[in-house]
């Protein structure tokens, strides 16, 4: 579908029935599949032929959703995942083994963070987190040998900072190795990374893409630019032979194609993180209207972070849209369409107003989930942050008043006027 803007994608990618098939995608709510003969099924497992035989390594359902978002990122392959958690692990740990390297920025989802920094740190691979901000020749210094990767998101979650991924895909790639893009915020309706020399892309399907807070899940997109071979000596996983597959080579068995072969063959055989084909078919159902959710999402958001930086009440706003933010200019290179909903302000009078304003919110929900069709939000200091003292939550970089405000489809006047009643009750 690739002459077709992303809006009609949406709707047509992926799936495509033929005569007498049903419209939507079906849902294969099946282990298994059934072979006439041994030698068909021999050959799957030699990875021989392409084809199903058991849904914790591949579903069709899956496929097709996946293949709709690949072709909406622009990417050659991709694969679903049960999380984005699960998502960020395998693009990582795809490349990764112990004993290796890799860098990040410290600005990223904080279930990212601490996958990167303690959990991979105990399987022998270390991260090291880096600010988003410094030029390219400060960033270059924390490159080793034994460096894998480069990770960053688009649009960070909660601080909504735009990366700069022409510099940070300069910096992957004068040193031989993939830029790996967390695109849950701007979805590639707003900005497809791989047009700016990101190599690989992942997606929280929970936020955007589903949008309706129904079901937890991930994804990979390659965009097969990344040559392996080229550097083979960095990727053995890639470019030498797999011994539990008969001394296939992924790299020169499947070219473009080896990075998703090599997930879906070794680490979800191994790992089993597969989405269940019922929450694929979800977040299908969100994909077909994310091309008009999305900028509904960015205009209601511009009125809502307009209307906070007006109010005095308000002690700051962070939302790239708005002409002062820091990050306006970046927005305007990478998102030039909108960035996302989501924005992060404080409310004058610390952490106790913070809560009365928030528990005499109306409609606007108190929850950990964000970048939804409905207005949702968090104060870090009183829920997932609420262990920490005001001085702990500094060193972290998250202010005790940072509320952070995800905004949905409701009617913009009907959001702003539920906020002004809950600043009312404050003072
Ligand atoms: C939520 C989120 C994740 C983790 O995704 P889950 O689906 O909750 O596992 C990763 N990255 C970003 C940017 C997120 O917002």
């Known amino acids: 579908m690739s002459d077709y803007s992303v809006d009609t994608k949406c709707l047509h990618s992926g799936w495509v029935p033929g005569n007498g098939d049903p419209r939507q995608v079906p849902i294969y709510q ?4 059934k072979y006439s003969t041994s030698e068909d099924m021999g050959k799957l497992f030699d990875l021989e032929a392409s084809g199903y035989f058991y849904t914790r390594l591949q579903n069709p359902t ?19 995942t049960c999380s984005g958690q699960a998502a960020n692990f395998f693009a990582v740990f795809n490349i990764c083994e112990a004993g290796d390297h890799f860098i990040a920025s410290a600005n990223i989802y904080g279930g990212t963070y601490n996958l990167f920094g303690v959990t991979f740190k105990k399987m022998g691979i270390e991260c090291t987190f880096v600010d988003q901000k410094l030029p390219l020749e400060e960033l270059q210094k924390y490159i080793r040998p034994n460096t894998k990767c480069v990770f960053g998101e688009t649009i960070t979650n909660p601080t909504v900072d735009v990366l700069d991924i022409e510099k940070f895909a300069t910096l992957a790639h004068n040193n ?8 849950t915020f701007a979805t590639p309706i707003n900005c497809r990374p791989f047009e700016f020399g990101c190599d690989i892309v992942t997606h929280s399907t ?23 071979m080229a550097h083979a000596d960095k990727f053995p996983g890639l470019c030498t032979p797999d011994e539990s597959y008969h001394g296939l080579t992924y790299a020169t068995a499947f070219g473009k194609g080896a990075y998703i072969t090599k997930a879906t063959a070794q680490l979800m055989r191994d790992f089993g ?21 999305i900028p509904r999402a960015c205009a209601n958001a ?7 930086a007006s109010d005095d009440r308000i002690s700051w706003v962070k939302y790239p849209g708005l002409k002062t933010d820091s990050q306006y200019e970046l927005a305007q290179k990478y998102c030039p369409k909108g960035t996302c909903g989501v924005m ?17 919110l109306k409609f606007a929900t108190i929850a950990t989930h964000v970048a939804d069709c409905k207005t949702m939000l968090l104060h870090p200091a009183s829920h997932t942050h609420r262990q920490l003292t005001d001085e702990q939550l500094a060193e972290a970089g998250i202010p005790a008043d940072l509320i952070r405000f995800s905004v949905g489809l409701e009617d913009p006047d009907d959001i ?4 002004k009643q809950a600043l009312d009750k404050i003072s």
Not at 276 to 293: C, K
Request: proline share 2%; aromatic share 10%.
């Open 30 to 33: 099946s282990t298994t599949w």
């Open 62 to 80: 899956n496929d097709y959703v996946a293949a709709k978002l690949c072709d909406l990122e622009g990417g050659v392959a991709g694969m679903l």
């Open 176 to 183: 031989g190795i993939p830029l790996i893009m967390d695109n």
């Open 206 to 228: 929970t936020k955007y893409i589903d949008g309706h807070g129904s079901s937890v899940g991930g994804a990979i997109i390659d965009s097969g630019n990344f040559d392996w």
């Open 273 to 293: 993180s597969i989405q269940s084909p019922q929450n694929a078919y979800y977040i299908q159902l969100g994909l077909e209207s994310l091309a008009v959710r």
């Open 302 to 308: 511009q009125k809502v972070a307009e209307f906070l």
């Open 344 to 360: 992060c302000f404080g409310v004058k009078g610390g952490r106790e107003a913070s809560i009365k304003f928030m528990d005499s």
């Open 416 to 419: 702003i006027n539920d906020i």
